[in-house]
Nanobody, 123 residues
Framework: VQLQAFGGGLVQAGGSLRLSCAGS????????MGWFRQAPGKEREFAAAISWSGDRTYYANSVKGRFTISRDNAKNTVYLQMDTLKPEVTAVYYCAAKLEIRDYDQHWSYDYWGQGTQLTVSS
């Protein structure tokens, strides 16, 4: 599975942005998908995950209520809608795929990673 994350950019605080993660090489329909982020000098941290069918979603407490993860299996794409953005969410955002839902918030449990897309939120 090859993953490509895109859609990052520069946004003012309070704004919104949607990230996309497109899969190729294999259908993503059987994979749990996650979004992680990594700020300069910090470890990669979990943001959101979604089950293969899309009926279950999981969020880090820090983004709950402001981020929404979704997927369109027909388009082989996963999305991360981010609203009410704050400067502290500035980071490189990565999408990732795994087969099992267990440990969905642990980056080491994911098998495939996209290259990352930069989000910068200005104050």
């Amino acid at each position: 599975v090859q993953l490509q994350a895109f859609g990052g950019g520069l946004v003012q605080a309070g704004g919104s942005l949607r990230l996309s993660c497109a899969g190729s090489g294999r259908t993503l329909v059987t994979y749990v998908m996650g979004w992680f982020r990594q700020a300069p000098g910090k470890e990669r941290e979990f943001a959101a995950a979604i089950s293969w069918s899309g009926d279950r979603t999981y969020y880090a407490n820090s983004v709950k209520g402001r981020f929404t993860i979704s997927r369109d299996n027909a388009k082989n794409t996963v999305y991360l809608q981010m609203d009410t953005l704050k400067p502290e969410v500035t980071a490189v955002y990565y999408c990732a795929a795994k087969l099992e839902i267990r440990d969905y918030d642990q980056h080491w449990s994911y098998d495939y990673w996209g290259q990352g897309t930069q989000l910068t939120v200005s104050s």
